[in-house]
């Protein structure tokens, strides 16, 4: 999964994930209906029809935790006036017995369930990173004759010994509204689908979004690709991002080779209005067949393009693990009681470094633009614990002190990624790198093969070479801090530091400016030393920022002004109109732009060209 946490006056890029689960093997079925066509307040009513109970109590659960989002969340809060029937239409005794289960009594007459489903993204705080709010791709959004963001784990449970029953979803909805989804739907009409699944953890891993149709296909070697879009005010089009996705997922595709088989997959954005009741938690969700994403629609199409491109292929790339290639406790998940895995480091990661490696290696970017990312990694590594071991950390996420350091998943996990493709490039002579471990890995195990947590490191090591393993139990088992500088330097890669344009509203995570959400308007944030940018256009603490260049500025449209901004020029001319003190004045200028050293890295030397090459390009 990959969380986006977009301040007001600045994008902070954040990174999580998603998974699988087996229990019994009984042949009966699970029916359950939801109805989108007579929605009440905001809330969705689901039926359930169970097979035979054998047993005098059972225990239907919500999941208090979905794999990848390494967060406990509790669905079954959400869930209103809970019933249990017998044949006759006769209510049985249920206790609720804590915010995800329900024990049914007498329950070898049970017959039918019923609630009532709230939706999540109606209850997001919209604050600093989203504390205590479902990250939205997780969440749902339920507004009647226009969208239904349908996570199937927020609407639908599970008995616990019935986790492998097979599943037949009903859906009713209005015919205007079309379900995007990487299922197949097995009715015909226009007002009610009807979806079928092996096990609870496989309708788990089908969302489905219903709106008016906006959406887009298209197919790269033998795999469909659905785009489908939710807009509110029908800005943004699957068509105006349909280009930019197939460049990216036609390039993983060729990156991956034989390690992907889907044969569907489905990306599915909502976009929300940030505003009163929606949603604020934004970056992606990723499935075996399809990934959910979270984006404000004020952002400009193109700076949505490019990080949908970052996104989405993220996401994809979990399709090697730990879709594919994951351990026991990820195949037998536990929604209401998990054991997380110690493995991070891959889950997330080699995901991670995938996402950026495949764009230097099918040319999508440059390699100072690659340089560039790693370089940022490093130093976003360097404000989190670079002593916690990451098995621990990994294996102990939802509780502190262990969850705080969970975004070094993105940053020190790629990292770790990085080092252990540069040591099987120098070790095999260039011949291979971690994508030939991951193809062996997922030959060695796969979707219904998982390893044992202790056993990983061993069998990489058979695989690879003696080194990897040292590294392993060294640097990620073990609390000693990687130093990536001698790992780069053995391709030929070493550090420079140049000037670089900072940029112009915000300093590190400090913004100069932010919003006042009573009237939308831009402030100059007083109290604190502003840039070069504001003190040459005497620019000061509690300005208000009414236009730039005869174009106004406020909270809807701040996107724009940040975008735009770096496409300044120094010394272009502009022209700044402000309201201080109450009164408003037009202030005339040239902009000069703030500067900051940074470390980056850059190529050095001919003697490990062949052996740099075959890592970025081979």
Not at 129 to 147: Q, V
Not at 389 to 404: D, G, H, I, Q, R
Not at 431 to 452: A, T, V, W
Request: charged fraction near 20%; charge should be negative; proline fraction near 5%.
């Amino acid at each position: 999964m990959k969380k986006i946490f977009l301040l007001i006056t600045v994008t902070t890029f954040l990174w999580s994930c998603k998974t699988t689960i087996n229990n019994s093997s009984s042949k009966q079925e699970i029916q359950v209906n939801i109805n989108l066509s007579d929605i009440k307040n905001d809330k969705v009513l689901v039926t359930l029809t169970p097979p035979k109970i054998t047993s005098e109590e059972i225990i239907f659960s919500l999941p208090k935790i979905i794999p990848g989002t390494y967060s406990i969340d509790n669905y079954g809060k959400y869930i209103d006036d809970f019933k249990a029937f017998d044949k006759n239409g006769h209510p049985l005794a249920v206790t609720k017995t804590d915010d995800n289960n329900w024990s049914i009594k007498n329950a070898k007459a049970l017959t039918k369930i019923s609630y009532w489903v709230n939706d999540t993204f109606d209850t997001e705080k919209g604050t600093e990173f989203g504390e205590g709010d479902i990250f939205s791709p997780a969440g749902s959004n339920i507004l009647a004759n226009k969208n239904i963001f349908l996570n199937t784990h927020c609407f639908v449970g599970y008995f616990s010994n019935l986790t492998t029953v097979p599943y037949k979803l009903q859906i009713s909805h209005p015919s205007q509204l079309w379900g995007a989804t990487s299922m197949t739907d097995m009715d015909p009409s226009t007002t009610n689908d009807v979806y079928v699944t092996s096990k609870y953890s496989e309708l788990v891993e089908h969302p489905i979004m219903y709106a008016k149709p906006n959406f887009t296909t298209f197919t790269v070697d033998d795999m469909e690709i659905l785009i489908s879009v939710y807009s509110p005010t029908g800005k943004i089009t699957a068509e105006s991002i349909t280009p930019a996705m197939k460049t990216v997922m036609t390039a993983q595709k060729k990156f991956l080779g034989s390690i992907n088989t889907t044969k569907k997959y489905a990306v599915l954005l909502y976009l929300s209005d940030i505003e009163g009741k929606d949603a604020h938690g934004f970056g992606a969700l990723e499935h075996p067949t399809s990934t959910t994403v979270v984006f404000p629609e004020v952002m400009p199409v193109d700076q949505l393009i490019n990080q949908m491109k970052d996104v989405v292929s993220h996401e994809f790339f979990h399709i090697v693990t730990p879709l594919t290639i994951h351990s026991k406790e990820i195949q037998f998940f536990d929604y209401n009681a998990p054991k997380m895995s110690q493995h991070l480091w891959m889950y997330e990661g080699v995901t991670e470094y995938f996402a950026n490696l495949f764009q230097i290696n099918q040319g999508l970017i440059t390699e100072d633009e690659f340089y560039s990312r790693i370089s940022e990694k490093i130093e976003r590594a360097s404000t989190l614990n670079d002593s916690m071991p990451f098995t621990t950390m990994s294996a102990n996420v939802l509780e502190s002190p262990y969850k705080e350091q969970y975004l070094n998943v993105y940053e020190k996990g790629t990292l770790i990624g990085m080092c252990l493709d540069i040591i099987i490039r120098e070790k095999s002579n260039g011949e291979k790198g971690i994508l030939n471990l991951m193809r062996q890995l997922s030959h060695e195990y796969g979707i219904n093969k998982p390893f044992d947590d202790q056993e990983l490191f061993d069998k990489i090591t058979e695989l690879t070479y003696p080194e990897v393993g040292n590294f392993l139990r060294t640097y990620v088992a073990g609390p000693t801090p990687i130093p990536y500088k001698d790992y780069l330097a053995r391709v030929g890669v070493v550090t420079t530091t140049e000037k670089v344009v900072a940029p112009l509203f915000i300093k590190g995570q400090n913004p100069y400016i932010n919003i006042i959400p009573e009237t939308k308007e831009i402030i100059v944030l007083p109290d604190i030393e502003l840039n070069v940018f504001f003190n040459e256009l005497n620019l000061k603490g509690g300005d208000i920022i009414v236009s730039i260049n005869n174009k106004a500025y406020h909270l809807d449209n701040i996107y724009d002004l940040l975008n735009e901004s770096l496409n300044w020029k120094e010394n272009d001319p502009i022209s700044v109109k402000i309201k201080r003190n109450g009164k408003e004045q037009i202030i005339t200028g040239k902009v000069k732009l703030p500067y900051e050293d940074a470390e980056t890295f850059k190529a050095a030397g001919q003697d490990k060209e062949k052996l740099r090459n075959s890592w970025l390009k081979g």
